[in-house]
């Protein structure tokens, strides 16, 4: 199973950009579709990306021109670059797996992202 460590979060004012690393380890990621999803306090988790092992991108509705997601399969890394970034997007912002072969999936601790001036 996959362990996931996410990092590149912190404070930025409204308007900026953030671009998030989620580094992975005990399997190689090719074999896994990647995604990020946030948790904004006080309400439930939701979805921002998933990106397949084919490529295929798949955003929300809250991060279509917002967000990419990206992936580095060599160094066995997801991303998650964030533009013109919002107040309302502060939360903590997970990585997390799904493998294509046995659908089990791996979560990261997450990292907040606070987007304030």
């Known amino acids: 199973q996959v362990q996931l460590v996410e990092s590149g979060g912190g404070l930025v004012q409204p308007g900026g950009s953030l671009k998030l690393s989620c580094a992975a380890s005990?399997?190689?990621?090719?074999?896994?579709?990647v995604g990020w999803s946030r948790r904004i306090p006080g309400k439930e988790r939701e979805l921002i990306a998933t990106l397949t092992t084919f490529h295929f991108e798949h955003y929300a509705q809250v991060a279509k021109g917002r967000a990419t997601i990206s992936r580095d399969n060599a160094k066995n890394m997801v991303f998650l670059q964030m533009n013109n970034l919002e107040p309302e997007g502060s939360a903590i912002y997970y990585c997390?797996?799904?493998?294509?072969?046995?659908?089990?999936?791996?979560w990261g601790q997450g990292t907040q992202v606070t987007v304030s001036s």
């Open positions: 997390h797996t799904r493998s294509v072969s046995t659908s089990v999936g791996s």
């Open positions: 005990g399997d190689s990621l090719d074999r896994y579709e």
